[in-house]
C-alpha cells in the first residue's frame, strides 16, 4: 500500500459515489481517506485482526452481512464492538443490506459512518478503487496546455507567450477537446498512466494575450472540453535557432519524466508560417499509429535499405 500523503473526506467520496449515510449524526467532512486499498472484513468479524490495516475502507456484501445474520444477539454486539474500536475511516453497506439498529448505534459511538448502496459488491468496489486512485495518486502541478487530439492526451508546454493557448483554441476549433490552460495538474495513478486535469478555479477557461480570457465550455459548447486526460504526448514548443539540430526523422525517442513516469517528447521550434495546430494534430495520429505498430521511419528505413540492397546485386 502507497500513502502519497493525500486525503478525500468521507463526505466527498459519499457524494461522487451516490452513497447514503446511515449515521447521519456524525461529520463526514472531517474524517478522511488516506489509502486507495479497501477491505472486506469476512476475517475480521470472525476475529483474525493480524495484519489488519484499519486505515482502509470496509466494504460489506452479502457474505459478511448472512454471516452476521446468524450469529446470536449478544455475539453479533461484541462483534460490531470490536470490529469499530479500531479507527477506520468509514463502512459500507452494498445491494442495499440494511444494517441492525446495534450496527448503527455502536458505530455512531465509536465515531465511524456507515454508508449504503444499492449497487453490486464487486461492481461497486472496482468502481471505489478507481475513484480513490485518482484523488489519492501523487500530483505535481506544471505549466502548460492539455488537450484531447483524437484520444490522445496532449500536454504542450513552452515558455509563456510562446503560443501554448492559441494552438489549443485552434485545435478546440477543429473539433478537439480541451482538458486545462495554463496549469496542468498531473496524477500518478500507476507506473504507466499519467492523468491531467485542471484546477477547479480555471476550468474550461483559456487566456488569451491581447483578449483576456475566455470560456470555452460557453463559447463552443460542452462537447469541446473534457474533465481529465491520460497524458501520452508532450510537446515541447520553442523558438526556432538555427544553429539547433533538429530531428528530422524520429527514428529515436525523446521522453520526458514525470513522477518517475516517461512520456514521448517532441521538441518543435516555432517559427512565423508554421501551422502549430496542425503540427499537433499530426503529432497526436503518428503518435496513435506508433502505438498501434506502425513507424514512419522505420518504414523509410526499410525501404532505403532494400533499395541498396538491389543496387548491390
Known amino acids: 500500500m502507497y500513502n502519497s500523503g493525500r486525503t478525500v473526506s468521507v463526505a466527498k467520496i459519499m457524494k461522487s459515489m451516490g452513497l447514503r449515510n446511515l449515521t447521519e449524526t456524525l461529520d463526514l467532512e472531517n474524517r478522511q481517506v488516506e489509502l486507495a486499498d479497501v477491505n472486506r472484513p469476512a476475517l475480521q468479524l470472525a476475529g483474525y485482526y493480524d495484519f489488519f490495516e484499519p486505515k482502509r475502507i470496509e466494504i460489506v456484501g452479502i457474505v459478511e452481512y448472512e454471516y452476521l445474520k446468524q ?47 444499492a449497487r453490486q459488491t464487486s461492481e461497486f468496489m472496482a468502481e471505489l478503487i478507481y475513484y480513490l486512485s485518482e484523488e489519492l495518486a501523487p500530483m505535481i502541478t506544471i505549466h502548460g496546455v492539455l488537450v484531447d487530439v483524437y484520444g490522445e492526451g496532449l500536454l504542450i508546454m513552452g515558455e509563456s507567450g510562446i503560443g501554448k493557448s492559441e494552438a489549443a483554441l485552434e485545435l478546440i476549433r477543429r473539433g478537439h477537446r480541451l482538458v486545462t490552460d495554463d496549469v496542468v495538474e498531473i496524477r500518478k495513478l500507476n507506473e504507466h498512466t499519467l492523468i491531467g486535469s485542471s484546477p477547479d478555479i480555471t476550468k474550461h477557461l483559456i487566456e488569451l494575450r491581447g483578449i483576456g480570457i475566455i470560456d470555452v465550455k460557453a463559447l463552443y459548447g460542452v462537447e469541446c472540453v473534457k474533465d481529465s486526460q491520460n497524458i501520452d504526448l508532450v510537446i515541447q514548443l520553442e523558438d526556432w535557432k538555427k544553429e539547433n539540430d533538429y530531428d528530422r526523422l524520429g527514428m529515436n525517442e525523446e521522453y520526458i519524466e514525470f513522477l518517475g513516469n516517461k512520456v514521448v517528447c517532441h521538441n518543435l ?24 505498430g506502425y513507424n514512419a521511419a522505420e518504414e523509410l528505413y526499410r525501404r532505403v535499405q532494400e533499395n541498396m540492397n538491389k543496387g548491390n546485386e
Request: glycine residues 4%; proline residues 7%.
Open 269 to 292: 521550434p516555432i517559427r512565423p508560417g508554421r501551422n502549430l495546430a496542425v503540427i499537433c494534430e499530426t503529432a497526436a495520429v503518428n503518435h496513435r499509429q506508433k502505438k498501434m
Open 71 to 117: 450469529k446470536e444477539h449478544d455475539v453479533r454486539v461484541e462483534m460490531y464492538k470490536k470490529f469499530f474500536s479500531h479507527d477506520i475511516p468509514c463502512v459500507i453497506y452494498c445491494r442495499d443490506l440494511m444494517p441492525g439498529e446495534e450496527c448503527i448505534q455502536i458505530a455512531t459511538e465509536a465515531g465511524v459512518p456507515v454508508l449504503i448502496t
